[in-house]
T-cell receptor, first 118, second 109 residues
């Protein structure tokens, strides 16, 4: 099956620092990757859609200068939370959509990254 | 607007059957997904329906009625490990997933 990894699994940082989260599709090529945020007991909230080789499309209310997304290759997308603050503490999850699977628009999720900003 | 509705929480007994309903309104439609999410973990794929009817996969089945904008996830022979949140998501015409808030399923012995 398709596997998506995320690194790191969890991170604790001081307020004002930047944190980079990596999302990799391990055994397939992903032309599109999605970044979600999930607060406790709430559903997934799509932050942005990342297409390989082009700028990410951000959802309304998500600051593109604060959440920098880079999708430089078909297997890697990164999310950088710049100048993180305690309110950015959340569970960040990426997903990848395979470009080569016929008839199925399934998204494969990474294991998530739990960010705690002190 | 686009909207997904599903119950917030359901309780069932181990060994029993439970049906989780989902209604959706989207701009275009490219399928309905069900995901399972255990606390503190990422969602895992359960099922995908794009045509009307019932798809059975082991203890889990998923049903879709496109004309009614309705789907359900049926879980049989419930086990304690089935305690989780079940997320309904509809894919719109832009192939974006519109997510429901999830149904927390509590299984009691």
């Amino acid at each position: 099956g398709a596997v998506v990894s995320q690194h790191p699994s969890w991170v604790i940082c001081k307020s004002g620092t930047s944190v980079k989260i990596e999302c990799r599709s391990l055994d397939f090529q992903a032309t599109t990757m999605f970044w979600y945020r999930q607060f406790p007991k709430q559903s997934l909230m799509l932050m942005a859609t990342s297409n390989e080789g082009s700028k990410a499309t951000y959802e309304q209310g998500v600051e593109k200068d604060k959440f920098l997304i880079n999708h430089a290759s078909l297997t890697l997308s990164t999310l950088t939370v710049t100048s993180a603050h305690p309110e950015d503490s959340s569970f960040y999850i990426c997903s990848a959509r395979s470009s080569g699977r016929e008839g199925l628009n399934e998204q494969f999720f990474g294991p998530g990254t739990r960010l705690t900003v002190l | 607007g686009q909207n997904i509705d599903q119950p917030t929480e359901m309780t069932a007994t181990e060994g029993a059957i439970v049906q989780i309903n989902c209604t959706y309104q989207t701009s275009g439609f490219n399928g309905l997904f069900w995901y399972q999410q255990h606390a503190g973990e990422a969602p895992t794929f359960l099922s995908y329906n794009v045509l009307d009817g019932l798809e059975e996969k082991g203890r889990f089945s998923s049903f879709l009625s496109r004309s009614k904008g309705y789907s359900y996830l049926l879980l049989k022979e419930l086990q304690m490990k089935d305690s989780a949140s079940y997320l309904c998501a509809a894919m719109d015409s832009n192939y974006q997933l519109i997510w429901g808030a999830g149904t927390k399923l509590i299984i009691k012995p």
